[in-house]
């Protein structure tokens, strides 16, 4: 028996971490982190639906359980859904050039395997050049490869698309073409020496004018390439 003044400790065991191997993982974050139909297409994850989804879904749940979960959830949610990342013509650069649209993480690329993309490309880039009694805007067509990916987003994309989006299964790729100057070939010929190499199991490209949607022959020009 223990005397009366004796104080009996009682220490809780330790926490058993729980880890489970990412094959398991997987398989079960497949149940609860897929949005949308790849096949076919239906319902893609959006901008609006990904802020949905990462702030009211088991995907942001997962987010604060573990890093593990955290990285295998990520990397399941990407892989098994079908995305849409569609850049917005409002939204330009200084240099009055078409934003990209927003991408995951770099170390996430190689987990997507769907994806519909809208891009815009251009042959140049502008400032606003102040005269004497009015401000003009001037057009300065690409001379080479670092002008294209310093100026133009767009171009930044698609070397991605050649180099980090690897093991993509379906990419719907459309391109809306906002070329300003009139000699086609040379910006042509400064997209060839980019080394562009988009590749995909399924490649669907589509090119169009940026400003009405219409499609010209020498598009094919450009698309061979990108493809």
Known sequence: MSSPNTITMVVPAPRLSVFLPNEVLRMVFKLMLVFSSVSPPDRPVNATRFGMLFKCSML???????????????????????????A????????????????????????????RLLLH????????????????????????????????????????LSTTMTELRVLDLHIAVDFRLSDRRAAIAIYRSAGFLVRAREV????????????????????????
């Open 60 to 86: 942001a749940k997962f987010a604060v359980v573990s890093r593990q979960f955290h990285e295998v959830a990520l990397a399941v949610f990407y892989e098994h859904n079908f995305f849409d990342f569609a």
């Open 88 to 115: 917005n013509n409002n939204y330009r650069t200084s240099f009055g050039v078409v934003k990209a649209p927003p991408l995951p993480p770099l170390h996430l690329h190689s987990s997507l395997r769907n994806v």
């Open 121 to 160: 490309l251009t042959d140049s880039w502008g400032e606003a050049v102040q005269l004497s009694d009015r401000v003009r805007w001037k057009d300065h067509p690409f001379t080479n490869t670092i002008e294209l990916f310093r100026f133009c987003p767009a171009a930044r994309v698609l070397e991605l």
């Open 204 to 227: 669907k490209l589509t090119i169009v004018n940026g400003i009405d949607g219409c499609s010209e022959t020498w598009h094919a020009l450009l698309k061979n390439v990108i493809v």
